[in-house]
């Protein structure tokens, strides 16, 4: 027998917009950093983070995930995808 828990999760979400690196054309991307509030997820000390914690460490997170392309997907100057 399975015992199934469910965390709640905690996530934002961010739309950038910048001009493609090759053609010029603007360039839409939208990242999410996510977190769930558990047990396990806990601070350096070794508790559990609170809800208030992991929403400041979101915008932080996004920075590290903002590693996405800045080519236009349809750019014929690298080629269609």
């Not at 996530?11 to 939208?30: A, H, L, Q, S």
């Amino acid at each position: 027998m399975y015992t199934t828990y469910v965390f709640r999760s905690i996530e934002r979400k961010e739309r950038i917009k910048t001009p493609c690196v090759e053609c010029g054309k603007m360039v839409t991307r939208t990242v999410t950093a996510s977190q769930t509030l558990n047990p396990f997820n806990v601070t350096a000390s070794g508790k559990p983070k609170t809800e208030y914690q992991i929403r400041l460490e979101l915008p932080a997170e996004l920075e590290k995930n903002v590693k996405w392309q800045k080519k236009n997907a349809k750019c014929k100057a690298h080629g269609d995808r």
